[in-house]
């Protein structure tokens, strides 16, 4: 398999779903060397990321992400990705290779309205959505951990797109891998449509002898 090295430029739209996510839940799928940074008692804040890359990018694929909270590592802070699926054999060998991102292949539908994603003929999750009629034109970016063998890894990404708000509805079947997080109905989902996003190499930030994968 061929991959382009970092950074990846990707081209196309998504949807970010924000839910608050019960810190003893999330818990087992993150480094213990992460502090888990709280919002609410006992909760902090995840979501499940869903985009399609298409002209213009290094590589075209469909990526599922779920973000298992916010984290801090020595005054670092960053998201932590515990699942991520896509659809393009080379992005799950970049995504190994270049970011320790735990990447797998999965199916992606997409319609006017609504994506079904399913591994292994297992539904996954589905999110139904409204498209935005308008937005706002802006650049946001963010920073996530990983691991690699022993590293301990953090990347920035950055985005330029039209921000919008609109309504979903996001379900996620018990058989799901990520189901015992107990990512609930979103309080907040936001389309970036025109996207841009830049996704730049890691930096190795500190040693984890235990790779947290479930």
């Known amino acids: 398999m061929s991959y ?29 060397e992460l502090d888990i940074i709280s919002v609410f008692p006992g909760k902090t804040v995840g979501g499940v990321y869903l985009s399609k890359y298409g002209t213009g990018s290094v590589l075209e694929y469909s990526e599922l992400i779920v973000i298992s909270g916010l984290h801090s590592y020595k005054g670092k802070f960053g998201g932590w990705v515990s699942h991520i699926y896509v659809d393009n054999p080379d992005s799950v060998a970049g995504g190994r290779e270049i970011w320790g991102l735990p990447k797998e292949l999965a199916e992606f539908t997409w319609s006017e309205n609504s994506v079904t994603v399913r591994h292994e003929d297992k539904l996954l999750c589905s999110l139904n959505y409204n498209r935005q009629g308008f937005g706002l034109q802006q650049k946001l970016g963010a920073l996530s951990f990983s691991s690699q063998g022993t590293d301990l890894l953090l990347f920035p990404a950055q985005a330029e797109a039209r921000f919008g708000l609109v309504s979903s509805k996001l379900e996620i079947p018990q058989q799901s891998p990520f189901s015992s997080l107990n990512v609930s109905q979103p309080w907040l989902t936001v389309h970036a449509d025109q996207m841009r996003l830049v996704v730049d190499a890691p930096e190795v930030v500190g040693q984890t002898p235990i790779k947290a994968r479930l």
């Open 4 to 32: 382009p090295q970092a950074p990846w430029i990707l081209q196309g739209y998504a949807f970010q779903t924000l839910q608050l996510l019960d810190i003893e839940r999330v818990r087992p799928f993150i480094p213990t």
